[in-house]
């Protein structure tokens, strides 16, 4: 072999303008040659002495995959025989060569989609737009097998763009870009090309070797010590919220489609994931701001309130001395129960937005046996003026529970106070405590009003109360049952209940037993 033959590679390719090699690969036809020497512009591999040549390319539908050639200091080499030969030969060569290009192909692909799968899923996986940022960059640097990332966020009346994180490849030490501070401002104005991007929703692509590369660009790339970067519009809901910077500072870099593909992809994802963490963010400021107004709104109205409920009773007393009529009796009554009602209003909605801003700070290990008699206890003066009869049953050991007790006081409560309120005068009450170690159980059983089943979908709903007939005296807010609900699942148990109109109902709800030798959950975490 010449040799030149074995510098033929892929960046330094065989001449397909020349020689029978050449045709061969353009027209797909096969090519014999005779008297090599005398043909212009030949282009032989063994030598001087070459003679003749046989070119067969390797075609897969309709397309050359490359050409097999033969060469011979004999003029007589090759004939129709063995040009036949070869070509069936070329044509299994073919298919292999085909089936071992679609193979890279597909693994390539596979790997390209392994490659987006994992960036989409870490920058997914987390709600804080801090994070979301960072892994937004590291994605796009490590996906595209670059040396950097940023984030800028766009500030389109100003055409402005501030940096907002920056990333930079771990292995891509011997890199030589100069990243930006934080917070750096990017006029965009100058950027004719940058400008075109943001108006396109699509990347661009600039390479410091590209003569086509504005002056000004070049200028920020060299500023930069930047090869080649890719500026990637992120967009959601038709809106840019922001930019990515991809940059290479170790070589040149062409960006291939395969790259602006997955760059697009990723580009999506990302613009999602910001636009849910914002949302997030400002969910979470409204929930603040929700949860101080409530507070708030509702120590505001405590106040007048205990006015207004005062005011009745020493109208009342002044009523009495100049005697009242039963006009009057019945409308100082009637403020009287609806000052009750919004004081319970106020006094529930306020317990219930404690419960939902409550850090575990305050949980403990607490018997829950111990608990239940004192709610009990206390609520046994309200069933005696319904002439009501309350039964406790509970186990007298294995009943540690961990979680908050001002919660969990209000929950049994809650239930105990619905049964006697939902039951007539001279019923019966039970509540049982059992426990395994797998849970506590507590429930309280009534032969009460009952809960006709088109209601009992709805009684967990804030504010819902099931009118019953015989139950529409009773003064209630509807929050006592999505408090209870609220509490015991965020003590990671359940509630549940049963209930048959004019028969009675039974509420109960189950908890994990504390966790052996006093260890919390958050210790075993
Ligand atoms: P409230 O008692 O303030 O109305 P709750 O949220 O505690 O609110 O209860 C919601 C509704 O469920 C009540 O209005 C009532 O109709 C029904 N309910 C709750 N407990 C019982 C019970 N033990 N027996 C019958 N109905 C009940």
Same mark, same amino acid.
Do not use: S, V
């Given at each position: 072999l010449l040799p030149d033959v074995l510098n033929w590679t892929e960046r330094n390719p065989w001449p397909l303008d020349r020689g029978a090699i050449g045709r061969a690969a353009r027209t797909g036809e096969v090519q014999i040659v005779r008297a090599l020497d005398m043909e212009a512009g030949a282009y032989y591999f063994i030598g001087e002495d070459s003679r003749a040549q046989l070119c067969v390319p390797l075609v897969m539908r309709g397309e050359v995959l490359g050409v097999v050639t033969l060469e011979s200091? /004999? /003029? !007589? !080499?090759?004939d129709a025989h063995t040009s036949n030969f070869l070509e069936r030969l070329a044509q299994r060569a073919a298919v292999a060569l085909d089936n071992a290009r679609l193979f890279r192909q597909s693994e390539q692909l596979a790997d390209d989609m392994a490659v987006l799968y994992s960036a989409g899923r870490a920058i997914t996986a987390t709600l804080e737009r801090d994070e979301v940022l960072k892994r937004i960059a590291q994605s796009m640097a490590v996906a595209l097998e670059c040396s950097s990332a940023m984030i800028l966020d766009y500030q389109p009346e100003r055409l402005e763009a501030q940096v907002l994180v920056v990333y930079r490849v771990g +292995? !891509? *030490?011997n890199s030589q870009e100069v990243l930006p501070p934080l917070k750096t401002v990017l $006029?965009?104005? /100058?950027y004719s090309t940058l400008i075109d991007a943001l108006a396109r929703r699509r990347p661009v692509i600039l390479r410091a070797a590209d003569a086509h590369t504005p002056a000004m660009e070049l200028d920020l790339m060299q500023q930069m010590g930047v090869q080649a970067m890719m500026l990637m519009p992120l967009v959601a809901q038709e809106e840019v919220v922001g930019l990515a910077l991809v940059i290479e500072g170790r070589q040149d870099r062409v960006f291939s489609p395969n790259d602006i593909f997955k760059a697009e992809t990723l580009g999506s994802q990302a613009s999602v994931a910001l636009c849910q963490a914002l949302l997030y963010n400002e969910v979470r400021e409204l929930e603040k701001l929700k949860s101080e107004m409530i507070r708030m709104a509702s120590h505001d109205l405590r106040n007048p309130l205990g006015n207004l409920m005062g005011y009745v009773e020493l109208l009342d007393m002044s009523f009495r001395r100049t005697g009242k009529t039963s006009e009057q009796d019945e409308f100082l009554n009637n403020v009287r129960r609806s000052a009750k009602i919004m004081q319970s209003l106020i006094d529930d909605l306020l317990t219930l937005e404690r419960v939902e801003s409550e850090r575990e700070a305050q949980w403990q290990v607490f018997d829950l046996g111990a608990l239940v008699y004192e709610v009990v206890e206390a609520a046994r003066s309200s069933a005696n003026l319904k002439r009501q009869i309350v039964r406790l049953e509970r186990a007298a050991t294995g009943t540690l529970a961990y979680g908050s007790v001002t919660q969990l006081r209000q929950v049994i409560a809650n239930l105990v106070g619905n049964a006697i309120k939902y039951t007539p005068d001279e019923g019966q009450i039970e509540v049982s405590l059992s426990g395994s170690d797998e849970r506590l159980e507590v429930i309280v059983r009534d032969n009460g009003y009952g809960i006709s089943p088109e209601r009992q979908v709805r009684i967990?709903? *804030?504010f819902y109360r099931a009118r019953e $007939? @015989? +139950? /529409?005296?009773i003064v209630g807010t509807g929050l006592g049952l999505s408090l209870v609900k609220t509490v015991v699942e965020r003590h990671s148990g359940q509630v549940w209940f049963e209930s048959t109109p004019g028969v009675g109902s039974a509420f109960g709800f189950w908890l994990p037993p504390a $966790? $052996?030798? @006093? *260890?919390t959950n958050r210790d075993r975490a």
């Open positions: 200091n /004999d /003029d !007589a !080499a090759f +292995t !891509a *030490r $006029p965009l104005g /100058d967990f709903e *804030r $007939p @015989g +139950t /529409d005296h $966790p $052996p030798q @006093g *260890r």
